[in-house]
């Protein structure tokens, strides 16, 4: 189903949604301009940095929500008629997903279950191994910092009925001639950086595993819903009973979303009208309630079908009692998901670039430029370890977190644990190729933006 853009949806979803937007709490004083600047980013008035279809942003300080706004449109009606976004609405926050997976798995490495230094292969039930470098295990402490040489290749997902086991098995389609693993003599495992999706798919594979439940179902039971929260890695459970809370992604296009045109009508990305519970699963009406049992499931046979590298649906305010919990080292609201010192090691380096030693691929899933430097420096379990210093946009300040890049969705969680700060910004949708113009940062430009913004208004 096509939607388009009508005239009025912007100006209605500002007016509706401007007035709730500050709230100031004794936490510290909010910069009064910050409402107006980040209105300046949302409508494509910053130079270089295109309109947005719509954004969810939450600043904490202090453990304490000091910002809350939502601007744009959420979906549209049958009728064309834009719904206001919400910082409640729960869209498919991309990569982020794999940071809230990581709590998951880390509760099995506290109870004992699961070590990070031992061979995969001893969990997953097939052995795991580059086949260049046959001698060396893969552990998770290298699957978790994006150090354990696998790769994506062209697919790291599967319909029911494949298996994951085939990706790293000769002989099978899905190998795709080692397609899966780095080949050259500096790569192997621990040594290298290059950021993998498929990677959480064998951390998926684990949980599964390990704990005998499907990995939705353990995220469910074991992080989410212990948070109070009803995001969810299956979007039929949002979907379903909550349709009005989900939230689409957009972009602006004349050719029915394929490519970007800045003058053409908005169109859903994903989560439009119908919603695909699972990868591969035919889409389904919004509303319509499914429960998902899948009676041939054998845990850690295709753990990539909830999408784990990308597919949790959560809100802002969802993400910002996962920051919460992050900055009250493991524990919040008198909840304690995580020990501290589990905290404390997320959030120390595994990886550091050595510009040196060319000892990684800091663009993430892109193909680097001769001599270029991107935005990924250094890691820790599932933690992205930036210092907006490394770009002179101010004063040394490690910041830690995840970004999320997918359908339309850019997303920043990122963490400064020493202020006891963070800022969650969900961006849904843009009117042109927010990769189209750089800035002063390895960043996309409305990324940058708003960490700039955040850092001007908030620190």
């Not at 499907?214 to 109070?228: E, H, I, K, Q, S």
Request: proline fraction near 6%; charge should be negative.
């Amino acid at each position: 189903m096509a939607f388009v853009r009508r005239s009025g949806w912007k100006a209605a979803c500002l007016g509706a949604l401007l007035p709730l937007g500050l709230i100031a709490t004794p936490a510290g004083a909010v910069d009064p301009t910050a409402e107006e600047a980040l209105v300046r980013i949302f409508d494509g008035s910053v130079e270089g940095s295109p309109a947005m279809s719509g954004v969810e942003v939450v600043v904490l300080d202090q453990g304490k929500v000091v910002f809350d706004t939502a601007l744009g449109m959420a979906t549209f009606a049958d009728d064309g008629v834009a719904t206001p976004l919400t910082t409640d609405h729960k869209v498919r926050i991309a990569s982020i997903s794999k940071l809230v997976a990581t709590v998951g798995l880390m509760q099995l490495v506290e109870a004992g279950k699961v070590n990070l230094d031992r061979d995969i292969s001893d969990y997953l039930g097939f052995s795991l191994r580059n086949p260049n470098f046959p001698d060396t295990p893969i552990t998770l402490r290298q699957i978790l910092s994006h150090t354990s040489s696998i790769r994506d290749g062209d697919q790291y997902w599967l319909p029911r009925g494949q298996h994951l086991r085939d990706f790293f098995t000769k002989g099978t389609e899905l190998y795709d001639g080692g397609a899966h693993f780095a080949a050259a003599a500096g790569e192997a495992p621990g040594t290298y950086f290059t950021y993998s999706n498929l990677n959480f798919g064998v951390v998926a594979g684990v949980i599964e595993r390990v704990s005998g439940e499907r990995f939705d179902r353990y995220m469910a039971a074991n992080v989410l819903r212990p948070l109070g929260l009803s995001a969810s890695y299956n979007a039929c459970d949002v979907s379903g009973p909550e349709p009005e809370h989900l939230a689409s992604l957009f972009r602006k296009s004349r050719d029915g979303g394929d490519t970007f045109a800045p003058d053409g009508p908005w169109h859903v990305q994903l989560d439009g009208a119908k919603v695909a519970c699972h990868y591969g699963m035919t889409a389904i009406p919004r509303g319509e309630r499914v429960v998902i049992e899948h009676e041939d499931f054998v845990p850690g046979d295709n753990p990539t079908l909830f999408s784990p590298q990308g597919g949790l649906r959560a809100s802002a305010h969802d993400l910002a009692k996962v920051a919460r919990m992050f900055l009250g080292r493991g524990e919040v609201d008198g909840v304690r998901l995580l020990k501290a010192e589990t905290v404390d090691a997320m959030w120390t380096p595994v990886w550091t670039f050595d510009r040196a030693a060319g000892n990684g691929n800091t663009t993430g899933e892109d193909d680097p430029a001769p001599g270029e430097v991107g935005p990924m420096l250094s890691y820790g379990l599932s933690v992205d370890l930036i210092d907006p210093a490394s770009w002179n946009l101010g004063p040394a300040q490690a910041l830690g977190g995840h970004r999320g890049d997918a359908y339309g969705l850019l997303g920043l969680f990122l963490i400064d644990r020493k202020s006891d700060k963070a800022l969650i910004a969900l961006m849904t949708g843009f009117a042109d190729d927010p990769a189209a113009h750089k800035g002063e940062t390895p960043f996309y430009r409305p990324e940058e933006e708003m960490l700039k913004w955040w850092l001007r208004h908030f620190n």
